[in-house]
């Protein structure tokens, strides 16, 4: 399995306040990805990242934002979380070359109240 | 504007009998499809994949097949076993970004 953790695991936000996901990968892999896992909709990107503070828009980037100052971490921010927001975050690592093929996190849930 | 459609939600099927898993696009552009596969409270894992010039891959119990004209894959899973009951996603590429379907819940009946 390819080297992947996400934190938290789990939280429960207000909404309004700023939130921070973690994605650390141990792989090496230049691209790192965020997704939304919602009912009906499937996985949708997010942002992802093609190198150290190279990053750009996936699909529904609105009220995100991501950094990646490390090729190890990616980290995904709410600035003001809203209760559209609740969902499953995936946070996915591939290597440069091959058949799009991606390597997935165990996941965050995140529910804004 | 759906790229990747999955129309069948949920498939139930009994335990040796085959899986069919249906998936379908509108965007030409897409070199590669790939199949996911998602227990719950698990990320999705890697299934099976099958280039644009290709019409079918095999890897053990699983096939995926692809009819480029009629813009249609499907996967198929056989003998189908209860350890296969899980969501199945189908995606498409392009480069590096890959396009999800909804997913299609698949239940194996022992």
């Known amino acids: 399995d390819a080297g992947i953790t996400q934190s938290p695991r789990h939280k429960v936000t207000e909404t309004g306040t700023p939130v921070t996901l973690r994605c650390h990968q141990t792989e090496n892999h230049r691209y790192m990805y965020w997704y939304r896992q919602d009912p009906g909709h499937g996985l949708r990107l997010i942002h992802y990242s093609y190198g150290v503070k190279d990053t750009d828009k996936g699909e529904v980037s609105d009220g995100y934002s991501v950094s990646r100052s490390k090729t190890e971490d990616f980290l995904l921010t709410l600035e003001s979380a809203t209760s559209s927001q609740t969902s499953v975050y995936f946070c996915?690592?591939?290597?440069?070359?091959?058949?799009?093929?991606?390597?997935f996190g165990p996941g965050t849930r995140l529910t804004v109240t | 504007d759906q790229q990747v459609k999955q129309n069948s939600p949920s498939l139930s099927v009994q335990e040796g009998r085959i899986s069919i898993l249906n998936c379908d696009y509108t965007n030409s552009m897409f070199d590669y499809f790939l199949w996911y596969k998602k227990y719950p409270a698990e990320g999705p894992t890697f299934l099976i994949s099958?280039?644009?010039?290709?019409d079918k891959n095999e890897d053990g119990r699983f096939t995926v097949f692809l009819n480029k004209s009629a813009k249609h894959l499907s996967l198929h899973i056989v003998p189908s076993q209860p350890g296969d009951s899980a969501v199945y996603f189908c995606?498409?590429?392009?480069?590096?970004?890959?396009?999800f379907g909804a997913g299609t819940i698949l239940r194996v009946k022992s």
């Open positions: 995606a498409g590429t392009g480069g590096n970004k890959l396009v």
């Open positions: 996915a690592i591939s290597p440069v070359g091959q058949s799009g093929e991606q390597y």
């Open positions: 099958i280039s644009s010039i290709k």
